[in-house]
């Protein structure tokens, strides 16, 4: 149990289109979502919580607008990295969280945004 | 305020030989959680062990095991004959109760030498 998945797993963009990443809980009801960033050789870094039907609430210095959650249903929630730039290039992880594992977050395999 | 310090950057070990990554944290509150994550090369986090404040029983799980003590805010992990397959990121990582957020420390790069 408490399978998250990701997708996509890489992508490649131009400067100034946006990207959608999608995260899911497989196997549980996720109540709660949360999404990361980490640069090569840091740890992780909260950008926003994530919970189902209500608006996210993002990290002190994560601008809003840029980056786009939205926790829809239960198994699913959503990045988008609007207007992207070389800078956003970095590598995203979602979890989650809910039900009999709430006090767990199991994490998705991450994406890896590469802003040309 | 949270904080998890993993003092060890980088460890490096022959297979086989044991090896302990340590963790200590600082939090005030009384109830919380203390996690430890996988990060292989491919990136994924992988769910190791979670740990509540009011039980301090060391645990182990195959070749792994765990090392709590309140009186010195640690929750230290110990690979015993470590594989290849071992090399990778660990997270120690420390929740509240009731707080849906992790602190996470700065994790030790762990290589596994043949």
């Not at chain 1, 009801?29 to 919580?49: D, I, N, V």
């Not at chain 1, 926790?71 to 009999?100: K, M, N, Q, W």
């Not at chain 2, 963790?23 to 009384?30: A, L, S």
């Not at chain 2, 700065?106 to 290589?111: A, D, I, K, Q, V």
Request: contains cysteine; charged residues 20%; hydrophobic residues 35%.
């Amino acid at each position: 149990g408490a399978v998250v998945s990701q997708h996509p797993s890489w992508v490649i963009c131009k400067s100034g289109t946006s990207v959608k990443i999608e995260c899911r809980s497989l196997d549980f009801q996720a109540t709660t979502m949360f999404w990361y960033r980490q640069f090569p050789k840091q740890s992780l870094m909260l950008m926003a919580t994530s919970n189902e039907g209500s608006k996210a609430t993002y990290e002190q210095g994560v601008e809003k607008d840029k980056f786009l959650i939205n926790h829809a249903s239960l198994t699913l929630s959503t990045l988008t990295v609007t207007s992207a730039h070389p800078e956003d290039s970095s590598f995203y992880i979602c979890s989650a969280r809910g039900g009999s594992l709430q006090e767990t977050q199991y994490f998705g395999p991450g994406t890896r945004l590469l802003v040309l | 305020a949270q904080k998890v310090t993993q003092a060890q950057t980088e460890i490096s070990v022959v297979e086989k030989e044991d090896v302990t990554l340590d963790c200590v944290y600082e939090t005030r509150d009384t109830t919380y959680y203390l996690f430890w994550y996988k990060q292989p090369p491919s990136g994924e986090l992988v769910f190791l062990i979670r740990r509540n404040s009011f039980d301090e029983q060391n645990e182990i799980s195959g070749r792994y095991s765990w090392n709590f003590q309140k009186s010195t805010s640690s929750f230290n992990f110990t690979i015993t004959a470590s594989q290849v397959v071992d090399s990778a990121v660990y997270f120690c990582a420390l929740s509240g109760f009731g707080n849906e957020k992790l602190t996470f420390g700065t994790g030790t790069r762990l290589t596994i030498i043949p």
